[in-house]
């Protein structure tokens, strides 16, 4: 999960974070970025959209074994990372 953090936000995580800095906050993706210009975004797995890989393309959390979060910031529901905001989602999840 951290070196695919680091791919897709191109900044140094620590070890089992998916997309978070050093003190938890959330780091933008190269997904976020697109999505606020209208690009479309999405994520193909051959594994659970949970698992750290495909959450590392969106997903924001300290831990890469919080599956429901993961998730739910992957189809755009409230999560621990946004309660109050979530992220708008994935366009696509195949």
């Given at each position: 999960?951290?070196?695919?953090?680091?791919?897709?936000?191109?900044?140094?995580?620590?070890?089992?974070?998916?997309?978070?800095?050093?003190?938890?906050?959330?780091?933008a993706t190269i997904a976020h970025l697109l999505q606020e210009q209208g690009w479309g975004v999405g994520v193909v797995s051959s594994?659970?959209?949970?698992?750290?890989?495909?959450?590392?393309?969106?997903?924001h959390n300290v831990h890469r074994?919080?599956?429901q979060?993961?998730?739910?910031?992957?189809l755009g529901l409230p999560s621990i990372s946004h309660p109050e905001t979530p992220l708008p989602g994935l366009d696509v999840v195949i």
């Open positions: 999960s951290c070196s695919a953090s680091n791919m897709t936000t191109g900044i140094k995580s620590y070890n089992n974070a998916v997309n978070v800095d050093h003190t938890g906050m959330p780091l594994v659970p959209i949970s698992h750290a890989t495909p959450a590392a393309a969106y997903s074994d919080d599956y979060d993961l998730t739910r910031d992957l």
